[in-house]
Protein backbone atom coordinates (compact mmCIF):
# COMPACT_ATOMS: atom_id res chain seq x y z
CA UNK A 1 0.00 0.00 0.00
CA UNK A 2 1.24 3.70 -0.67
CA UNK A 3 3.15 4.83 2.11
CA UNK A 4 3.15 8.48 3.19
CA UNK A 5 6.51 10.41 2.66
CA UNK A 6 8.12 13.43 0.75
CA UNK A 7 10.12 12.11 -2.32
CA UNK A 8 10.30 8.81 -2.15
CA UNK A 9 8.47 7.44 -5.03
CA UNK A 10 9.29 7.94 -8.65
CA UNK A 11 8.57 11.51 -9.99
CA UNK A 12 7.71 14.75 -7.82
CA UNK A 13 5.62 15.55 -5.59
CA UNK A 14 3.56 18.51 -7.91
CA UNK A 15 4.39 19.73 -11.14
CA UNK A 16 5.72 22.92 -9.61
CA UNK A 17 8.51 21.16 -7.25
CA UNK A 18 9.23 19.57 -10.89
CA UNK A 19 10.19 22.63 -12.79
CA UNK A 20 13.00 22.80 -10.03
CA UNK A 21 14.04 19.62 -11.05
CA UNK A 22 17.77 18.62 -12.48
CA UNK A 23 18.68 19.72 -15.93
CA UNK A 24 18.23 16.67 -18.27
CA UNK A 25 21.12 14.87 -19.26
CA UNK A 26 19.93 12.22 -21.96
CA UNK A 27 16.73 11.78 -23.67
CA UNK A 28 15.10 8.40 -25.03
CA UNK A 29 14.15 8.53 -28.42
CA UNK A 30 12.72 5.93 -30.76
CA UNK A 31 14.02 5.82 -34.65
CA UNK A 32 12.61 4.52 -37.39
CA UNK A 33 13.14 2.39 -40.58
CA UNK A 34 9.77 1.29 -42.02
CA UNK A 35 8.97 3.10 -44.87
CA UNK A 36 12.39 4.46 -45.72
CA UNK A 37 14.18 1.47 -47.63
CA UNK A 38 15.93 0.50 -45.06
CA UNK A 39 15.96 -3.07 -43.83
CA UNK A 40 16.60 -2.44 -40.17
CA UNK A 41 14.83 -2.56 -37.07
CA UNK A 42 13.70 0.55 -35.52
CA UNK A 43 15.84 1.28 -32.21
CA UNK A 44 16.12 3.31 -29.78
CA UNK A 45 18.32 6.13 -29.58
CA UNK A 46 19.99 7.20 -26.40
CA UNK A 47 21.25 10.67 -26.93
CA UNK A 48 23.68 12.94 -24.70
CA UNK A 49 21.77 16.70 -24.23
CA UNK A 50 24.43 17.41 -21.89
CA UNK A 51 26.49 20.77 -22.69
CA UNK A 52 29.38 19.92 -20.17
CA UNK A 53 29.90 16.24 -21.64
CA UNK A 54 32.13 15.53 -24.26
CA UNK A 55 29.70 12.96 -26.56
CA UNK A 56 27.19 16.35 -26.19
CA UNK A 57 24.32 16.40 -29.02
CA UNK A 58 25.79 12.60 -30.15
CA UNK A 59 23.71 9.18 -29.72
CA UNK A 60 25.74 7.68 -27.55
CA UNK A 61 23.53 4.00 -27.37
CA UNK A 62 21.49 1.87 -29.55
CA UNK A 63 18.69 -0.58 -28.78
CA UNK A 64 17.55 -2.08 -31.59
CA UNK A 65 14.08 -3.82 -31.82
CA UNK A 66 14.25 -8.12 -33.00
CA UNK A 67 11.85 -7.29 -35.71
CA UNK A 68 11.05 -4.85 -38.62
CA UNK A 69 8.78 -2.74 -39.30
CA UNK A 70 7.48 -2.51 -35.90
CA UNK A 71 6.44 1.88 -36.72
CA UNK A 72 7.74 3.05 -32.91
CA UNK A 73 6.16 5.97 -31.69
CA UNK A 74 5.41 7.41 -28.76
CA UNK A 75 6.48 5.87 -25.29
CA UNK A 76 5.82 5.87 -21.60
CA UNK A 77 6.81 4.63 -18.09
CA UNK A 78 5.92 1.50 -15.79
CA UNK A 79 5.48 4.34 -12.98
CA UNK A 80 5.49 8.33 -12.91
CA UNK A 81 4.74 11.48 -10.28
CA UNK A 82 1.33 9.41 -10.01
CA UNK A 83 3.03 6.88 -7.44
CA UNK A 84 5.01 9.92 -5.57
CA UNK A 85 3.46 8.65 -2.61
CA UNK A 86 4.75 4.78 -2.93
CA UNK A 87 8.59 4.34 -1.98
CA UNK A 88 8.18 0.59 -4.03
CA UNK A 89 7.72 2.01 -7.02
CA UNK A 90 10.55 3.10 -9.21
CA UNK A 91 10.80 4.38 -12.88
CA UNK A 92 13.30 1.97 -14.42
CA UNK A 93 10.93 0.54 -16.89
CA UNK A 94 10.42 2.53 -20.71
CA UNK A 95 7.18 1.15 -22.58
CA UNK A 96 7.53 1.37 -26.49
CA UNK A 97 4.48 0.30 -28.21
CA UNK A 98 4.67 -0.35 -31.89
CA UNK A 99 1.60 1.62 -33.56
CA UNK A 100 2.18 -0.63 -37.02
CA UNK A 101 3.02 -4.26 -35.89
CA UNK A 102 1.08 -3.77 -32.05
CA UNK A 103 3.95 -5.23 -30.46
CA UNK A 104 5.20 -4.04 -26.85
CA UNK A 105 8.20 -3.76 -26.02
CA UNK A 106 9.41 -3.16 -22.20
CA UNK A 107 12.94 -1.91 -21.94
CA UNK A 108 15.25 -1.71 -18.83
CA UNK A 109 16.16 2.05 -18.47
CA UNK A 110 17.26 1.36 -14.42
CA UNK A 111 19.86 -0.69 -15.07
CA UNK A 112 22.07 1.74 -16.81
CA UNK A 113 19.98 4.57 -17.91
CA UNK A 114 22.65 5.12 -20.65
CA UNK A 115 22.09 2.00 -22.23
CA UNK A 116 18.78 0.77 -22.09
CA UNK A 117 18.25 -2.97 -22.89
CA UNK A 118 15.42 -5.18 -23.36
CA UNK A 119 13.56 -6.59 -20.32
CA UNK A 120 10.28 -7.97 -22.18
CA UNK A 121 8.07 -8.04 -25.14
CA UNK A 122 4.33 -8.21 -25.37
CA UNK A 123 3.02 -10.20 -28.39
CA UNK A 124 0.53 -8.70 -30.59
CA UNK A 125 -1.45 -11.63 -29.92
CA UNK A 126 -1.77 -11.45 -26.50
CA UNK A 127 -3.03 -8.18 -27.36
CA UNK A 128 -5.27 -9.05 -29.94
CA UNK A 129 -6.73 -12.14 -28.05
CA UNK A 130 -6.99 -10.75 -24.88
CA UNK A 131 -8.61 -7.49 -25.29
CA UNK A 132 -9.93 -7.51 -29.50
CA UNK A 133 -7.76 -4.25 -29.69
CA UNK A 134 -4.67 -3.29 -31.77
CA UNK A 135 -1.94 -0.83 -32.96
CA UNK A 136 -1.20 0.80 -29.54
CA UNK A 137 -0.40 4.63 -29.16
CA UNK A 138 -0.16 6.35 -26.00
CA UNK A 139 1.48 5.00 -22.50
CA UNK A 140 0.10 6.35 -19.27
CA UNK A 141 1.07 4.68 -15.92
CA UNK A 142 -1.21 4.47 -13.29
CA UNK A 143 -1.49 5.22 -9.71
CA UNK A 144 -2.53 1.80 -8.84
CA UNK A 145 0.59 0.34 -10.56
CA UNK A 146 -0.90 -0.48 -13.62
CA UNK A 147 0.01 0.63 -17.16
CA UNK A 148 -2.53 1.83 -20.00
CA UNK A 149 -2.11 1.87 -23.52
CA UNK A 150 -4.81 3.41 -25.90
CA UNK A 151 -5.23 1.62 -28.62
CA UNK A 152 -6.60 3.03 -32.62
CA UNK A 153 -7.64 0.27 -34.12
CA UNK A 154 -8.95 -3.36 -33.56
CA UNK A 155 -7.22 -6.63 -35.11
CA UNK A 156 -8.47 -5.87 -38.50
CA UNK A 157 -7.27 -2.76 -39.31
CA UNK A 158 -10.70 -1.04 -38.49
CA UNK A 159 -10.82 1.80 -35.88
CA UNK A 160 -11.29 0.97 -32.76
CA UNK A 161 -10.74 3.75 -29.34
CA UNK A 162 -10.36 1.19 -26.15
CA UNK A 163 -7.61 0.60 -23.38
CA UNK A 164 -5.15 -2.07 -22.71
CA UNK A 165 -4.05 -2.98 -19.47
CA UNK A 166 -0.65 -4.02 -18.54
CA UNK A 167 0.34 -5.56 -15.00
CA UNK A 168 3.32 -2.88 -13.46
CA UNK A 169 4.79 -5.92 -12.46
CA UNK A 170 5.24 -8.81 -14.99
CA UNK A 171 3.95 -6.43 -17.79
CA UNK A 172 1.44 -9.03 -18.64
CA UNK A 173 -1.86 -8.31 -20.68
CA UNK A 174 -4.34 -8.09 -18.00
CA UNK A 175 -7.85 -6.72 -20.00
CA UNK A 176 -9.67 -3.83 -21.01
CA UNK A 177 -10.09 -0.60 -18.96
CA UNK A 178 -13.41 0.03 -20.84
CA UNK A 179 -15.71 -1.93 -20.49
CA UNK A 180 -17.28 -4.38 -23.12
CA UNK A 181 -19.16 -2.67 -26.21
CA UNK A 182 -18.19 1.00 -24.69
CA UNK A 183 -14.82 1.62 -27.03
CA UNK A 184 -14.77 4.69 -29.02
CA UNK A 185 -14.94 4.44 -32.88
CA UNK A 186 -11.35 5.38 -32.95
CA UNK A 187 -8.63 6.39 -30.40
CA UNK A 188 -5.43 8.09 -30.56
CA UNK A 189 -4.10 10.22 -27.21
CA UNK A 190 -5.74 10.10 -23.63
CA UNK A 191 -5.09 11.96 -20.17
CA UNK A 192 -6.72 11.71 -17.12
CA UNK A 193 -7.48 13.78 -13.92
CA UNK A 194 -8.64 11.43 -10.82
CA UNK A 195 -9.15 13.90 -8.49
CA UNK A 196 -12.37 14.89 -10.94
CA UNK A 197 -13.15 11.30 -11.80
CA UNK A 198 -12.48 12.21 -15.40
CA UNK A 199 -10.31 10.83 -18.58
CA UNK A 200 -10.11 12.42 -21.75
CA UNK A 201 -9.51 10.45 -25.09
CA UNK A 202 -8.92 11.38 -28.50
CA UNK A 203 -9.22 10.07 -32.23
CA UNK A 204 -6.86 9.75 -35.11
CA UNK A 205 -8.42 7.66 -37.76
CA UNK A 206 -8.62 4.10 -38.53
CA UNK A 207 -5.32 2.37 -38.86
CA UNK A 208 -5.73 0.97 -42.75
CA UNK A 209 -7.09 4.11 -44.15
CA UNK A 210 -3.33 6.52 -42.86
CA UNK A 211 -1.13 2.90 -42.92
CA UNK A 212 0.64 4.46 -46.07
CA UNK A 213 0.23 7.97 -46.40
CA UNK A 214 -2.42 11.04 -45.56
CA UNK A 215 -5.56 10.05 -47.99
CA UNK A 216 -7.93 13.30 -48.12
CA UNK A 217 -10.88 11.27 -49.77
CA UNK A 218 -11.18 9.07 -46.54
CA UNK A 219 -11.84 12.50 -44.94
CA UNK A 220 -15.61 12.12 -46.11
CA UNK A 221 -15.88 8.08 -46.05
CA UNK A 222 -15.81 9.17 -42.51
CA UNK A 223 -12.35 7.22 -41.39
CA UNK A 224 -10.83 10.19 -39.48
CA UNK A 225 -12.40 11.08 -36.30
CA UNK A 226 -13.14 14.14 -35.13
CA UNK A 227 -14.47 13.44 -31.24
CA UNK A 228 -13.10 13.99 -27.87
CA UNK A 229 -14.35 10.81 -25.43
CA UNK A 230 -15.36 11.60 -22.15
CA UNK A 231 -14.78 8.98 -19.70
CA UNK A 232 -16.21 8.29 -15.64
CA UNK A 233 -12.18 6.91 -14.31
CA UNK A 234 -13.74 5.05 -11.71
CA UNK A 235 -16.53 3.03 -13.30
CA UNK A 236 -14.50 2.98 -17.02
CA UNK A 237 -17.36 4.24 -18.79
CA UNK A 238 -18.13 6.53 -21.84
CA UNK A 239 -19.85 9.42 -20.50
CA UNK A 240 -20.36 11.86 -23.38
CA UNK A 241 -18.64 12.65 -26.70
CA UNK A 242 -17.88 16.06 -27.81
CA UNK A 243 -18.05 16.65 -31.47
CA UNK A 244 -15.65 19.13 -32.47
CA UNK A 245 -17.31 19.36 -35.62
CA UNK A 246 -14.96 20.06 -39.15
CA UNK A 247 -12.91 22.83 -37.60
CA UNK A 248 -11.68 20.22 -34.88
CA UNK A 249 -10.89 17.20 -37.34
CA UNK A 250 -8.45 14.79 -36.69
CA UNK A 251 -8.24 15.62 -32.82
CA UNK A 252 -4.63 14.52 -31.77
CA UNK A 253 -2.35 15.36 -28.65
CA UNK A 254 -4.54 16.05 -25.35
CA UNK A 255 -3.42 17.87 -22.02
CA UNK A 256 -5.24 18.73 -19.35
CA UNK A 257 -3.62 21.41 -17.06
CA UNK A 258 -1.26 19.49 -15.06
CA UNK A 259 -2.70 21.16 -12.08
CA UNK A 260 -4.21 18.05 -10.51
CA UNK A 261 -7.12 20.36 -9.30
CA UNK A 262 -7.43 21.64 -13.26
CA UNK A 263 -11.35 20.57 -14.85
CA UNK A 264 -10.00 22.37 -18.39
CA UNK A 265 -6.92 21.61 -21.12
CA UNK A 266 -6.26 22.32 -24.63
CA UNK A 267 -6.18 19.29 -27.57
CA UNK A 268 -4.91 20.05 -30.94
CA UNK A 269 -6.81 19.87 -34.06
CA UNK A 270 -4.46 18.67 -36.94
CA UNK A 271 -6.44 19.54 -40.10
CA UNK A 272 -7.82 22.57 -40.06
CA UNK A 273 -5.41 24.37 -37.23
CA UNK A 274 -7.38 24.62 -34.63
CA UNK A 275 -6.92 24.25 -30.83
CA UNK A 276 -9.92 23.83 -28.68
CA UNK A 277 -10.44 24.03 -24.92
CA UNK A 278 -12.49 21.70 -23.03
CA UNK A 279 -13.60 22.27 -19.66
CA UNK A 280 -16.45 21.06 -17.38
CA UNK A 281 -19.18 23.27 -17.10
CA UNK A 282 -21.31 24.59 -13.85
CA UNK A 283 -23.62 21.75 -14.53
CA UNK A 284 -20.78 18.85 -14.21
CA UNK A 285 -20.49 18.05 -17.92
CA UNK A 286 -17.77 18.97 -20.31
CA UNK A 287 -17.90 21.40 -23.35
CA UNK A 288 -15.72 22.41 -25.64
CA UNK A 289 -14.62 25.55 -27.45
CA UNK A 290 -11.96 26.78 -30.30
CA UNK A 291 -9.71 29.00 -28.54
CA UNK A 292 -6.74 28.87 -31.48
CA UNK A 293 -6.93 28.80 -35.51
CA UNK A 294 -3.77 29.21 -37.59
CA UNK A 295 -5.52 30.15 -40.81
CA UNK A 296 -4.67 28.28 -44.24
CA UNK A 297 -2.99 29.64 -46.66
CA UNK A 298 -3.38 29.89 -50.34
CA UNK A 299 -0.37 28.66 -52.55
CA UNK A 300 0.47 27.47 -55.85
CA UNK A 301 3.27 25.13 -57.16
CA UNK A 302 2.53 22.28 -55.10
CA UNK A 303 5.04 19.20 -57.26
CA UNK A 304 3.49 15.90 -56.66
CA UNK A 305 5.81 13.47 -55.63
CA UNK A 306 5.82 9.64 -57.55
CA UNK A 307 3.28 8.02 -54.68
CA UNK A 308 0.49 5.48 -54.66
CA UNK A 309 -2.81 7.03 -56.53
CA UNK A 310 -4.84 6.62 -53.09
CA UNK A 311 -2.45 9.18 -51.55
CA UNK A 312 -2.19 12.14 -53.75
CA UNK A 313 -4.91 13.57 -52.74
CA UNK A 314 -3.75 14.10 -49.50
CA UNK A 315 -0.96 16.04 -51.32
CA UNK A 316 -3.03 18.78 -52.63
CA UNK A 317 -4.48 20.07 -48.44
CA UNK A 318 -1.10 20.71 -47.87
CA UNK A 319 -0.96 24.02 -49.30
CA UNK A 320 -4.18 25.02 -47.18
CA UNK A 321 -3.30 23.47 -44.16
CA UNK A 322 -1.02 23.84 -40.71
CA UNK A 323 -1.33 20.58 -39.78
CA UNK A 324 -0.77 20.92 -36.21
CA UNK A 325 0.24 17.77 -35.09
CA UNK A 326 1.57 18.26 -31.34
CA UNK A 327 0.93 20.15 -28.80
CA UNK A 328 2.39 20.76 -24.57
CA UNK A 329 1.92 22.31 -21.89
CA UNK A 330 4.85 24.05 -19.23
CA UNK A 331 4.45 22.95 -15.77
CA UNK A 332 3.21 25.56 -14.62
CA UNK A 333 0.43 25.79 -17.07
CA UNK A 334 1.51 29.38 -18.44
CA UNK A 335 2.27 28.42 -21.81
CA UNK A 336 1.08 26.36 -24.58
CA UNK A 337 3.50 24.79 -27.20
CA UNK A 338 2.52 23.38 -30.72
CA UNK A 339 3.84 22.41 -34.06
CA UNK A 340 2.11 23.18 -37.53
CA UNK A 341 4.14 20.19 -39.57
CA UNK A 342 3.15 21.56 -42.84
CA UNK A 343 3.27 25.57 -42.75
CA UNK A 344 6.89 24.47 -40.33
CA UNK A 345 6.61 26.87 -37.08
CA UNK A 346 6.49 26.33 -33.32
CA UNK A 347 4.29 28.18 -31.48
CA UNK A 348 4.00 29.37 -28.24
CA UNK A 349 1.08 30.79 -26.54
CA UNK A 350 0.53 32.42 -23.51
CA UNK A 351 -2.47 30.62 -21.74
CA UNK A 352 -2.90 32.75 -18.49
CA UNK A 353 -6.12 33.57 -19.69
CA UNK A 354 -7.16 30.04 -20.06
CA UNK A 355 -9.65 31.22 -22.83
CA UNK A 356 -7.96 33.87 -24.77
CA UNK A 357 -4.34 33.20 -25.79
CA UNK A 358 -2.24 35.01 -26.73
CA UNK A 359 0.75 34.36 -29.29
CA UNK A 360 4.30 34.79 -27.82
CA UNK A 361 6.43 33.30 -29.86
CA UNK A 362 6.95 31.75 -33.29
CA UNK A 363 9.85 30.42 -35.02
CA UNK A 364 10.10 28.62 -38.44
CA UNK A 365 12.18 25.34 -38.52
CA UNK A 366 11.56 24.09 -41.88
CA UNK A 367 8.37 23.25 -43.55
CA UNK A 368 6.84 23.37 -46.98
CA UNK A 369 6.68 27.51 -47.78
CA UNK A 370 10.44 27.85 -47.80
CA UNK A 371 11.22 31.44 -49.66
CA UNK A 372 13.43 29.05 -52.04
CA UNK A 373 11.23 26.42 -52.61
CA UNK A 374 8.58 25.72 -55.34
CA UNK A 375 5.54 26.87 -53.39
CA UNK A 376 4.56 30.65 -54.28
CA UNK A 377 1.87 31.76 -51.16
CA UNK A 378 -0.66 33.87 -52.97
CA UNK A 379 -2.66 34.66 -49.97
CA UNK A 380 -1.78 34.31 -46.28
CA UNK A 381 -4.55 35.86 -43.46
CA UNK A 382 -1.68 36.75 -41.57
CA UNK A 383 0.68 38.33 -43.86
CA UNK A 384 3.68 36.49 -43.25
CA UNK A 385 6.43 36.73 -45.22
CA UNK A 386 7.77 33.24 -46.82
CA UNK A 387 10.54 32.10 -44.20
CA UNK A 388 13.98 31.58 -45.14
CA UNK A 389 15.42 27.37 -45.15
CA UNK A 390 16.86 27.00 -41.77
CA UNK A 391 20.28 26.11 -41.99
CA UNK A 392 22.20 24.84 -38.20
CA UNK A 393 25.91 23.79 -37.94
CA UNK A 394 25.69 23.97 -41.80
CA UNK A 395 22.88 21.53 -42.26
CA UNK A 396 19.60 22.36 -44.25
CA UNK A 397 16.80 21.47 -42.21
CA UNK A 398 14.97 18.99 -43.76
CA UNK A 399 11.46 17.82 -43.02
CA UNK A 400 9.72 20.49 -40.55
CA UNK A 401 9.33 20.58 -36.71
CA UNK A 402 7.04 17.91 -35.31
CA UNK A 403 7.47 16.30 -31.86
CA UNK A 404 8.11 18.22 -28.84
CA UNK A 405 9.57 18.27 -25.66
CA UNK A 406 10.15 21.03 -22.83
CA UNK A 407 12.75 20.90 -20.21
CA UNK A 408 11.29 20.50 -16.73
CA UNK A 409 12.20 24.37 -15.72
CA UNK A 410 10.59 25.14 -19.12
CA UNK A 411 13.65 26.86 -20.98
CA UNK A 412 14.67 24.80 -23.29
CA UNK A 413 12.30 22.83 -26.02
CA UNK A 414 14.15 19.76 -28.00
CA UNK A 415 12.28 19.26 -31.35
CA UNK A 416 12.41 16.45 -33.83
CA UNK A 417 11.36 16.86 -37.38
CA UNK A 418 10.02 12.64 -38.34
CA UNK A 419 5.72 12.69 -37.34
CA UNK A 420 4.68 9.10 -39.23
CA UNK A 421 6.58 7.48 -41.45
CA UNK A 422 3.66 6.68 -43.95
CA UNK A 423 3.45 10.74 -44.23
CA UNK A 424 7.17 11.49 -44.05
CA UNK A 425 7.34 9.83 -47.47
CA UNK A 426 4.35 11.77 -48.78
CA UNK A 427 4.75 15.18 -47.36
CA UNK A 428 9.04 15.54 -46.98
CA UNK A 429 10.21 12.85 -49.41
CA UNK A 430 13.59 14.35 -48.09
CA UNK A 431 13.60 13.51 -44.79
CA UNK A 432 13.33 9.91 -46.12
CA UNK A 433 16.63 10.42 -47.79
CA UNK A 434 18.31 12.61 -45.30
CA UNK A 435 17.31 11.66 -42.19
CA UNK A 436 15.36 13.66 -39.28
CA UNK A 437 17.54 15.67 -36.76
CA UNK A 438 16.71 17.10 -33.35
CA UNK A 439 17.12 21.04 -32.96
CA UNK A 440 16.86 22.69 -29.24
CA UNK A 441 15.03 26.09 -28.77
CA UNK A 442 15.73 28.43 -25.54
CA UNK A 443 12.73 29.60 -24.77
CA UNK A 444 12.40 33.25 -23.17
CA UNK A 445 9.97 32.37 -20.16
CA UNK A 446 9.54 35.68 -18.58
CA UNK A 447 7.55 37.61 -21.69
CA UNK A 448 7.50 34.75 -24.08
CA UNK A 449 9.77 34.31 -27.09
CA UNK A 450 11.76 31.55 -29.04
CA UNK A 451 15.31 31.43 -30.63
CA UNK A 452 17.42 28.27 -32.24
CA UNK A 453 20.43 27.21 -30.18
CA UNK A 454 22.75 27.71 -32.70
CA UNK A 455 25.09 25.24 -31.58
CA UNK A 456 22.49 22.03 -31.16
CA UNK A 457 21.93 19.65 -33.26
CA UNK A 458 20.98 15.88 -33.46
CA UNK A 459 21.15 14.51 -37.36
CA UNK A 460 19.91 10.78 -37.62
CA UNK A 461 21.03 11.51 -41.61
CA UNK A 462 24.37 10.07 -40.45
CA UNK A 463 23.26 7.17 -38.09
CA UNK A 464 25.26 3.67 -38.64
CA UNK A 465 22.54 2.03 -40.48
CA UNK A 466 21.30 4.76 -42.74
CA UNK A 467 19.03 7.64 -42.36
CA UNK A 468 16.39 7.21 -39.26
CA UNK A 469 13.44 8.90 -38.67
CA UNK A 470 13.12 10.36 -34.69
CA UNK A 471 9.88 10.74 -33.34
CA UNK A 472 9.07 11.39 -28.99
CA UNK A 473 11.60 12.20 -26.41
CA UNK A 474 11.69 10.95 -23.07
CA UNK A 475 13.54 12.37 -20.21
CA UNK A 476 14.69 9.07 -17.66
CA UNK A 477 13.05 10.99 -14.89
CA UNK A 478 10.06 11.81 -16.35
CA UNK A 479 8.50 15.22 -18.05
CA UNK A 480 5.67 17.69 -18.75
CA UNK A 481 4.13 14.66 -21.75
CA UNK A 482 4.86 11.44 -19.15
CA UNK A 483 3.92 12.85 -15.69
CA UNK A 484 0.11 13.11 -14.27
CA UNK A 485 -0.46 14.26 -10.56
CA UNK A 486 -3.07 12.68 -8.53
Known amino acids: SATKCTGCGPGYKS ?43 QVIHRLPMPNLNDELHHSGWNACSSCFGDSSKKRNRLILPSLISSRVY ?19 TDIFWKTGLANPHTTHCLGNGQIMISSIGDPSGNGKGGFILLDGKTFEVVGNWELPGEAAPFGYDFWYQPRHNVMMSTEWGAPKALRNCFNAAVLSAGLYGSKIHVWDWTTHKRLQSLDLGEEGAIPLEIRFLHDPAATEGYVGCALQGTVFRFYRTPKGEWAAEKVIHVPSKKVEGWALPVMPSECVSGKMLMGEYCLITDILISLDDRFLYFSNWLHGDIRQYDITNRRNPRLAGQLFLGGSILNDGPVKVLEDPENQSQPPPRIIKGKRIPGSPQMLQLSLDG ?15 QFYPEMIKEGSVMMQIDVNTANGGLKVNKN ?31
Open 15 to 57: PLDAMKGPREEIVYLPCIYRNTGIKKPDYLATVDVDPKSPTYC
Open 106 to 124: IVDTGTDPRAPQMHKIVEP
Open 411 to 425: KRLYVTTSLYSGWDK
Open 456 to 486: FLVDFGKEPNGPALAHELRYPGGDCTSDIWL
